[in-house]
Structures are given as C-alpha cells and as structure tokens.
C-alpha cells in the first residue's frame, strides 16, 4: 500500500490534470472549489481520473453525496440541523466535519472538499 505522502503526490497530479491548476496551489488544506476552482462537471473528472490513477472503484455519490439538501428534515433556514449533520458524517466519514459542525451553513460544506479529504478517501478505498 502507498504511503501517505505518495496517494498525496498522486492525488496533486489528478487535480493539476483535471483542473489545470498549478501543483503549488494544491496543497492539502485547498479546497477543490473556493481554492482550485472546481465545478460541479469537474467532480465526475476527477472521479474518473482517481479511479483511472489508483486502479479503484468510486460508487456514484459516495465521495460527492448527492441530494443532501433534499431532505426537509436534514436542512433549515440554510443550515444542516442534527440529523442532517449526522447524514453527512455518515456519507463523509473521511472529511473533517469539525469547523462545519460549529457553522453548519449550507454555503460552507464546499469546504468540505479538500485535497486532504481526497487523500483519507482514497487511503480507505486502498486499504478496503
């Protein structure tokens, strides 16, 4: 199994590929869209190429939930509530929830996704 820093180096060159961002910039702590300018037509890019890059299968929704926000029970007034956070937690046992959990606004979960969070999810998927 790769080490940590190899999946890392890995994912850095899936994301400078798929997003033609500079190598610099993806720093494990960047987010794919606020800092490297990911949309939502680049999540089945990148998808693909992790798949492609580490020889793994990523089930629709499981690294990018769909249908959070569907569920009037999981979301008011703009923000997760309880159960909505519990979802999450479920569906992103490798993200970092902790600054979410504090703010649960629905206009912060894009920051959820970040290089490191790719790295713990495909570390899983490698270690499944």
Do not use: C
Not at 59 to 83: C, H, I, Q, Y
């Amino acid at each position: 199994m790769p080490t940590n820093e190899e999946i890392y180096a890995k994912v850095q060159t899936t994301l400078v590929d798929a997003l033609g961002v500079d190598e610099d910039e993806v720093t494990r702590a960047a987010t794919l869209q606020g800092d490297l300018g990911a949309e939502s037509i680049d999540f089945l890019d990148i998808v693909f190429r992790l798949e492609r890059n580490f020889g793994i299968k990523i089930p629709r929704g499981e690294l990018f939930p769909e249908n959070l926000m569907a569920d009037p029970e999981w979301v008011s007034d703009g923000k997760l509530t309880a159960k909505g956070l519990a979802e999450l937690k479920s569906r992103l046992p490798f993200a970092d929830l902790s600054k979410f959990e504090a703010d649960p606004d629905l206009e912060r979960i894009g920051d959820l996704y970040t290089v490191d969070m790719l790295v713990h999810y495909v570390q899983s998927k490698l270690a499944a």
